[in-house]
Nanobody
Framework: QVQLAESGGGSVQSGGSLRLSCAAS????????VGWFRQAPGKDREWVAS???????????YQSNPVKGRFTISHDNAANTVYLQMNGLQPNDTAVYYC??????????????????WGQGTQVTVSS
């Protein structure tokens, strides 16, 4: 059974940083895409970043335009954990952040329906 568990959310001031973690278990396929999405109150869930790895090696990373240059996605194979380092946080980054995963290539990284597995989410709140 695949399980994804996010952690690291919290409250920060504008300009601050947080690092989110997504601990994965039960993923068998050695080719996988892990992504981060977020959902702000009253808004649709949106894609933030994704990472493609094969045999534990990161081959590609992708970030959405709103976070490019501020957020970095990375992978620790030994810990089976994907991180989202978020710097320069702004109030409009406030949302529940979700980790998601799918076997194989990332393909359409933003396509929510293509991700088979989801975590429960972690709240990020940025105050001005």
């Amino acid at each position: 059974q695949v399980q994804l568990a996010e952690s690291g959310g919290g409250s920060v001031q504008s300009g601050g940083s947080l690092r989110l973690s997504c601990a994965a278990s039960g993923l068998i396929d050695n080719r996988r895409c892990v992504g981060w999405f977020r959902q702000a109150p009253g808004k649709d869930r949106e894609w933030v970043a994704s990472l493609y790895s094969r045999d534990g090696i990161t081959y590609y990373t992708y970030q959405s335009n709103p976070v490019k240059g501020r957020f970095t996605i990375s992978h620790d194979n030994a810990a089976n954990t994907v991180y989202l380092q978020m710097n320069g946080l702004q109030p409009n980054d406030t949302a529940v952040y979700y980790c998601a995963a799918k076997a194989g290539a990332c393909g359409d990284t933003w396509a929510i329906a293509t991700y088979n597995y989801w975590g429960q989410g972690t709240q990020v709140t940025v105050s001005s």
